[in-house]
Every structure is written in C-alpha cells, then in structure tokens.
C-alpha cells in the first residue's frame, strides 16, 4: 500500500528552506518537520529565526496546523520558554488536542510557576472552556467578591402571600413567614387547590432560604427536603440541600467539597453547584480546581444568558413564546430541557420547533418526551396532538403535490404514533412515487397495524360493556347487567364475565339460562383443545 | 440506458425472429437440455461419458470466464505499438469520432449498419486508437442486446467487455464511457450468474470427482460476482457527475496524464479554480473527476492495474492528493476483505483487515492527527476504521476485539469535536459509534455469559465429584471386607 513519495536530502539551506515552503504549501506538516530538523544542524540561529516569523504569522491568520507545526520546532529549540508552552497549549486546545495542551501548560509550569495565563488556560483546558489568557482572566474575574455560599434568590410572592400581607397583621418579612411556617406546621389544612399549593410552596422556598442565611440549616433542611419530594421547579434546591446540612453541622471545607462533588454527579450542570464547589476549592486553596469549576459554570451561564436558575428560564422562554420571539425561546427551552427533562419543556419545545417548520428537531423532541414520559396520560395527551400536528401537516403537504416530503411527514408521525392511517397513506405515496419495496413495506406494517388497532377497540368496547354491567349490578338492575355482560361475553369468551353471568343467573334462578350460559363457556373451550391436540 | 434496452428487447421482431418463435426455440432448447441432463445423470448410456465432459469443458469455460482480476483481459493490457512505414507513429488526429458517437445513441438499423463499417475501417487503420475501440465495443454490445443470440453470447459479451475494458486501459478515461463500462460489466455479471446457476444445478448428483470440484468453485465464484454487483451502487457519484457536467467538455474528453500533473501543481500553488494552461479545463474539476472515476475502477478487479497506473500518475505533493489516493488504495483493500469474507475465507479476511486498519492508522498518525477536517475524504479514514471493526467482528478474537473497538470509537470521537466542520459528519459518525457501543455491549454480555456459564460448568463439576466421591466412600463402605 502506498505512501508519499521520498525526495532526497537537500544539501545547502537554501534547498532546506525551499523543500519545507513547499511542503507546508502541500500540507505535509510532519515531512516538513524532518526537513526543518535538518536545516537546524546546518544554520540554527537563521533557521530559528525563519521558524518564529512563519509561527506567528501562522498565529495571525490563525492556521493552527501550520502554527503548531512551527511551533512544535521552535519548541525543541526553546523547550523552556513558558510563553512559547502556553502558546502551544493553545495552539493545541484550538485543535481540540486537550491531553496536549495540558501536557503544554504543566511544562510551562515548571519552567514559570508565576505565569499570568498558564494556570488559567490548563484549567480552561480541564474544564473543556474554550477561552484563552485575558478572556479567562475576566471570565474569572466575575467571582472575585463572591464568598460562599452562594444562594438563589427570594422568588416572588404568591397570592397566597399577598393577601397576607394586604390584612396588616404581619408588621415585617420575618413575621409573615413564621405566620406561613405556623400555618405549614398545621396537621389540619384546608382542602388543596393548585393556587394553595403553589403559593404554600413558593413561601416554604423563601423560608428556607431564610433559614440558610440565617445560618439555620436544621430548620430548613425538612422544608427543602418536602419541596424536593414534591418536584417543585424551584432554583437551586440540590445547593440549598447541601448548604442545610453542612450548615447544621458546620463541616470542615473538606467535606462540604466532597458533599457536593456527590451532588454534582446527579446534577452535572446545575450551575450553583459548579460555583460553590469553586468558592469552596478557593477557600480551601486549590486553584487548579476552583477555576475548574468556576469556568465550567461560567461556561453554562454564558449558555443561559447568566441566568442560574431553571424556573426563570422557563418563565423567560415562555414570555418569549408569548411575544412571538420563536427562536430566542427555542435556545431557552434548550437549555431548560438539558438540565431538567420535562413533559412541558418537551412538548413547548416541540410545537414551537414545528412551528418553526424545523420537522426533524420538532420529532426529537417528541421522541425524547415518548421516551421518558409515554406512560403517563400527560405524555400520552402531548404525543397524540404531535401526531396529530404532523398528519395534518402532511395532509396539506399532499395537497400541494410535494410528494416526497408529505411522505416524510407521515413517516414522522408514524414514528411519534404508529397507526394504520399513517402507514396507508405513506403506501399509497410510495405508489405514486413507484417505489415498489417502500410501498410494500408500508402495506405490510398497515396491515398489522390494523390488525391491532382492531384487537384494541374490540377490547376497549368490551371493556365498556363490562364496566357498565357492574354498574348495573351496583345499581341492582340485574336484567340490565345481564345484557351488558352477554354482549361483552359475545366479544370475547372471558372468565370473568362467565362468572359474574353465572352468579347472577343462579342467583336469579334461571337454570336455563345457566345451562345455556355452561354450554356457550364448554364449546369453545372444547373446540380449543381439540385444535391443541391435533397440533401435537 | 436500462430502460433503452428494455424498451429494445421489447420491440418485435426482433433480429429477423418473432416472439413466439423465440419462444418456441426456448421451449426446444430446455427440452434437449433436460434430456441431456437425465441421460448424464443416469450414466447408463454411451454417450454419459461424453456428456460429463463436455459439461466439465463448460464448467472449467465458466470458472475461466469470471471477471476476478486482470487476468481476465489476457496477458497484455496495452495496445502493441504500431508503426507506420519507416517507423513513423501513425497520426489520428484528423479522425471524426462525432458520426460513431452519434450512432450508438441512434439504433435505426439501416444507419448503424453503415456506421458499423466506417468503424469497422477506421479500426484498421487505427488498432491504437482507444476511443474507436470503445465505440466499438459499446456497437457489439448493442448488437448482442437486440440480437437475442444464445448461442455463445457469454463469448461475446466477454469480448466486448475485454475490449471496453482495454480501451479504458489505454487512456479512454471519460465519465461516459466509463458509465458505459459498468453498464456492460454489470449486464455480463448478470448474465454469468445465470450460467452459472443454471450449469451447477445441473451439475447436481453428478458422481464425478471433478464436477464436484468444479462445482464447489463455481459456488464460490457465484458469491463474489453477487459481491462485484455492487459495485452498481458505487455509480452514483459518476451518474451525479455526469448530470452536473452534461455538455461539457469534461464529459466527452479524456483526461491526460500532463493535464493531472499540471491541474496537481495548480493545486499545491492554491489556484485550483483556474483553468490549466492551454485548455478550458479547472484544474479542481480534473481532480475530482479523476479521483472520482479511479474510485470507481477500485470497485472493478479487472482494472486493478488501471487503478495503479492512475494512483502512479497523480503526484504526492499535497496531503489532499495523498489523503485521495490513500482512500482509493483503502476501498480497493475493503473490496479485497469482502471478496474474502463472501468466499468464506476467514483467515485471510482478518489477515487483510489487519493490514487495511494498519494502513488506515498510519494514514491518521501522518496526515490527519492536527488536521481541521472540511472536506469528506479527511473523514474516511475514521469511518473506514469503524466500518471494518464492525464487519469483521466474528474474525477477531475477543481480547483483540475489544481493543478494536475502544480505538475505533475514539476514532471516531474526533467527528464529533470541532476540528471536524463537514455537515453531516457527525450523523455519520454517530451510527457507527452507536453500533460499535452495542457491539460492546453485546461482546461484554456473551463474555459475561460464557464466564458464568463456565463457573456453573465447574461448579456442578464439583458437586458431581462431591458426590461420586460420597457414593464411592458409601459403596466401599458396604462392600465386604473379604471382597476389599
């Protein structure tokens, strides 16, 4: 198998310095380097200072291939030189080269401890940000006066709160919660209604922040123990979790970093996490994974606009949606979506892509809700209006004669719902469009499908039929529960409705009727294991 | 061209016989052939003897008709340099090729037949002249195709296919004979296939050492022209091209080897959109058709030598020509692989994908470790890699298995990253990755399987000893002492 072609050695520098031009022209950077090993023997102080002109023009333009070609001679000339290894280290994290510019920075290092970038960039470079020198410097810099911990913020008032406060009785903030936590402490409540529960939890949220910032973390660690049970989109819970309890035991640094490196292996992005665990690597002097930290939060917070928490993500997306801003809340959602998979995130984000007409990313969506939520009936009720949205979709595709792309819409739906309907019209589309194989493949799922579908409404009658014949019987009109079950019995031979029948006509005292109901039971039954016994 | 040639054989009469005569002499035909086979098979009459020889004559005519390799052009693949009187080269450069072009996209017949002599004459007076022998061939190819002949047609469509494919040999390097070629290649495999199918079945019960033989080789013939079939899915890239350039010059000329020379070095001084000196040709578009139709040739044994003296041609002077030509090489190893895989041979078939990963990571070490990939061969080699870990899975053992798998996947993690900017890499990458992780898991599983199986193997081996033992200490317990 071949290989590139070998020239021979040149001789005289000139020759060195055309040949590597000329490979570097072609992109033959490793040939090049060979060559260039050369030329240093022969005029080392000419050939270096050729190498560091094409190096920084290199970092110019920037072609980092290039440059880290150069570079890589220019550091076997100047192997001690930091500025040279930081520059390496971020020619090589550009080409996405991170064990490398690692290996760059820490030799850097060694050479300066005290560099102005060198530790920033390595821990850039750990963190996976892609910034360098000043730009990490001022990513950092935002942290600064900030100690930890660092809490979300009171969210607004409820109703609930408001109407407290308007009667007056509640002369200041802190007496209105102890009113709030006095009423939570109640065995008794009144009947809950949506609007209750809401405006309960969003005080019991403000109380227990509170309660942190007044140090107590053992008043507040059940109240933020219940909000997680119950699932509430509130900020910050996992650090307001983890504050409660070191704050109740009052824990060496130590451990409160280890408690929540625990935490940030369930909630990897959870951006108050990141930071508190960088606060604390500060506090506790290990720079290298403080700015670590810090940079990755600062990473995702550049992703949601600076913005913490989730609920005011959701609560901006949803305005954007509102204002007609589609795409600005699509990028919203997104990051909602990545950090807390929901039903609602999902759903929003699938209608507004589809409205969007960005189909493929709508079904992703869609399918990531099916995923996770298809169990439960608010899933079940979100994909069945996708699906309906793609058929209807594809419908008026079809009227405009696009074939092909009607053809992916219905294969779309088919994918959020498989049903006969999708697949019949996906055949007949392939017939038009004389794809034999595809269309025949459709017919074949149609068919199945139908077969189900069938199997399903006949269960879901008999179902019905059933259910209303043991409401007759509640009601105590028997005769009327008999015809209910004896149509549901025709669907299908079942032993439960054979022995609710049975009961009844015994009880009933209808002999006949039993007698008839026993032979229609032993029949089929008789037929079956005949059927058995001929097949083996 | 397909549906030409439906729409040819449907047309009635055809070569001066009727359908239903055609018919008839089919029905015929199979009777005799049926005969003949019952007679062979019985052995029982004088003339078995000669029949099992000539059926083992046609077995070894169709084992020697397989298009595997260059051999199946003959010993020369170039044209003999002919002279004129006192060795002068004999010009062709006032030859009109355009009434011959004409003629095999118009078939009346009274027209062709005429055309067919100029050709006939122009050939002898100018045997070197690859186009003529193309035209020609592609002229005997439509003749057979409406002719309905069956008495050795495999001949005929073998000559014709012999002398497309030396024509590309010696310098007819254009899209549209080359669409030509395949089209031909593809009807001969077919029609070889059939022959194929049809001799072996007879050949069935026949007790005779060498038809067995012989029948086994042609087993494994039949499973690697199903395999150079597919080289039919491989036309897409030329059919597209042969779309997008239609009309013009880079259709209906060759390309030359100072033309592939010049258009290199344009390209090393970064002026690929310029046409080449002379000519109103860009030099980009000479790399690509190029490149584009060796690719193909890769896919065709019979050219692999054509393959060579193109990959010799194009010079090493920059990592995109090399990255190219190193695709190339690699798809004609992959073609190697499979042909090996289908005939059941596996130790050669991981000894080649050995080889192929080899190369491919020594592609990747020297030209693609920095590299910002946006052009789509620089991604073929991480693809290739992953590609072939997936299909020779059952050919490595698990140890190794497993090693490969973890490199390829990292391999293809560089998709994924910001030094790849192609559009759908990343989709690309994804499936395979995907495919290569379930087959992780699934190698992970069955090793996890076999172990615990093999640990309750060992386990109830040790009961069995307990109790043997027990048994024997309980037995030798009651045995009598006298008897002890």
């Known amino acids: ?536 | 061209m397909a549906q030409d040639r439906d729409r040819d054989q449907k047309r009635a009469p055809r070569g001066g016989i009727t359908d239903e005569e055609r018919k008839e002499t089919a029905a015929q035909f199979a009777q005799e052939y049926a005969d003949k086979m019952r007679m062979l098979k019985s052995g029982k009459t004088a003339d078995a003897k000669a029949g099992i020889e000539a059926l083992i004559k046609d077995m070894e005519y169709l084992v020697d008709s397989c298009p595997t390799g260059p051999a199946f052009l003959g010993k020369r693949q170039k044209y003999e340099e002919s002279k004129g009187w006192f060795g002068a080269k004999k010009s062709d450069g006032q030859l009109n090729m355009t009434p011959f072009k004409q003629a095999i996209q118009n078939t009346e017949k009274k027209q062709v037949s005429m055309i067919r002599q100029e050709l006939e004459n122009a050939l002898k007076r100018f045997p070197n002249n690859a186009e003529l022998h193309a035209l020609h061939a592609i002229q005997v190819f439509q003749d057979i195709n409406q002719a309905g002949i069956r008495s050795k047609k495999l001949n005929a469509m073998r000559a014709s296919l012999t002398e497309m494919a030396l024509s590309i040999y010696n310098g007819c390097d254009q899209i549209t004979y080359a669409i030509w070629f395949i089209n031909m290649y593809i009807a001969y495999i077919e029609y070889l296939k059939d022959r194929i199918m049809r001799t072996t079945k007879s050949a069935d019960h026949i007790p005779n050492q060498r038809v067995i033989e012989l029948r086994r080789e042609l087993h494994v013939h039949l499973m690697q022209l199903n395999f150079l079939q597919g080289v039919k899915e491989k036309m897409v890239g030329v059919n597209r091209l042969a779309t997008l350039l239609k009309g013009t010059i880079y259709v209906n000329e060759s390309i030359s080897i100072l033309e592939i020379k010049a258009a290199s070095q344009m390209l090393l001084k970064g002026q690929e959109m310029q046409n080449i000196k002379d000519t109103k040709k860009k030099a980009s578009h000479i790399i690509y058709i190029y490149f584009t139709l060796t690719l193909l040739y890769a896919n065709v044994p019979i050219l692999k030598e054509k393959v060579k003296e193109n990959l010799i041609n194009m010079p090493e002077i920059h990592r995109d020509l090399i990255l190219q030509k190193r695709m190339i090489i690699a798809a004609d190893g992959i073609n190697e692989f499979k042909a090996e895989l289908f005939s059941g041979y596996a130790k050669e078939a991981r000894e080649s994908a050995s080889k192929l990963m080899k190369f491919l990571s020594d592609t990747i070490k020297d030209h693609l470790e920095t590299a910002i990939m946006t052009k789509q061969f620089e991604i073929d080699p991480y693809i290739k890699i992953a590609w072939i870990t997936l299909e020779a899975r059952d050919l490595f053992p698990l140890s190794d298995l497993h090693e490969l798998v973890s490199s390829a996947r990292e391999g293809l993690e560089v998709l994924f990253s910001k030094r790849c900017q192609i559009k759908g890499a990343a989709e690309q990458g994804r499936e395979l990755y995907n495919a290569l992780t379930a087959l992780e898991l699934s190698e992970e599983s069955r090793h996890r399987d076999m172990a615990r199986n093999a640990a309750a193997e060992a386990k109830a081996a040790e009961a069995d000893a307990v109790a043997e033992a027990a048994y024997a200490k309980a037995a030798a317990i009651d045995m009598p002492t006298s008897l002890r």
Request: hydrophobic fraction near 40%.
């Open chain 1, 1 to 536: 198998m071949g290989g590139p072609e070998t020239a021979p050695s040149p001789t005289t520098l000139q020759e060195v310095v055309e040949r590597v031009l000329e490979l570097m022209q072609g992109r033959l950077y490793k040939e090049a380097l060979k060559i260039l090993v050369i030329g240093l023997k022969m005029d080392r102080p000419k050939v270096e200072r050729m190498i560091t002109q094409r190096f920084q023009a290199a970092l110019k333009i920037p072609d980092w291939e290039e440059a880290i070609t150069w570079g890589n001679a220019l550091f076997r000339i100047k192997g001690e030189d930091a500025d040279l290894a930081n520059q390496m280290g971020n020619c090589a994290r550009q080409l996405d080269k991170l064990p490398l510019a690692n290996d760059y920075y820490r030799h850097g290092l060694k050479q300066d401890p005290n560099h102005k970038f060198l530790r920033m960039n390595l821990a850039a470079s750990l963190a996976k940000f892609y910034k360098y020198d000043a730009e990490v410097e001022n990513a950092l810099a935002m942290f600064d006066t900030v100690t930890p911990p660092l809490l979300p913020e009171y969210t607004k008032m409820g109703r609930f709160i408001d109407r407290l406060a308007e009667d007056g009785s509640f002369p200041d903030f802190v007496a209105l919660y102890d009113a709030v936590f006095q009423r939570l402490g109640e065995p008794q409540l009144p009947p809950a209604t949506q609007l209750l529960d809401d405006a309960l939890a969003t005080n019991l949220y403000n109380l227990s922040l509170l309660c942190l910032k007044n140090g107590d973390g053992d008043t507040a660690l059940p109240l933020i123990l219940r909000l997680r049970k119950e699932n509430k989109l509130f900020n910050g819970l996992e650090i307001m979790e983890a504050c409660a309890r070191h704050c109740s035991t009052n824990a060496p640094t130590k451990d409160r970093i280890e408690g929540l490196k625990e935490l940030l292996l369930q909630h990897p992005k959870d951006r108050f996490l990141l930071v508190n665990l960088g606060l604390l690597y500060r506090e506790d002097n290990n720079w290298l994974q403080s700015m670590k930290y810090l940079l990755t939060a600062v990473d995702l917070l550049e992703q949601s606009q600076g913005l913490y928490g989730m609920a005011e993500q959701f609560q901006i997306a949803e305005k954007q949606y509102q204002a007609g801003e589609k795409e600005k809340s699509v990028t919203f959602f997104q990051v909602v979506a990545e950090q807390q998979p929901r039903i609602d995130v999902y759903s929003r984000l699938g209608e507004i892509l589809f409205e969007l007409d960005r189909f493929e990313e709508s079904l992703a969506n869609w399918l990531l809700l099916k995923e996770h939520f298809s169990e439960t009936p608010k899933g079940q009720e979100a994909l069945e209006k996708a699906y309906a949205a793609f058929m209807a979709k594809a419908d008026q595709v079809r009227t405009e004669a696009k074939a092909s792309d009607s053809v992916h819409l219905y294969g779309w739906a088919a994918q959020i719902k498989p049903t006969s309907e999708a697949y019949k019209s996906m055949a007949q589309i392939y017939h038009l469009l004389k794809d034999k194989d595809r269309a025949y493949d459709c017919e074949q799922k149609q068919a199945e499908r139908k077969r189900e579908e069938e199997a399903e409404a006949l269960n879901n009658e008999r179902e019905k039929l059933v259910a209303q014949g043991k409401a007759a019987i509640q009601e105590k009109k028997y005769n009327e529960a008999l015809d209910f079950l004896k149509q549901a019995f025709i669907l299908k031979k079942d032993k439960d409705v054979f022995v609710l029948q049975a009961y009844l006509l015994k009880n009933l005292k209808r002999p006949k009727a039993l007698a008839e109901l026993m032979a229609s039971w032993k029949a089929p039954r008789q037929e079956q294991e005949k059927t058995e016994s001929e097949q083996v």
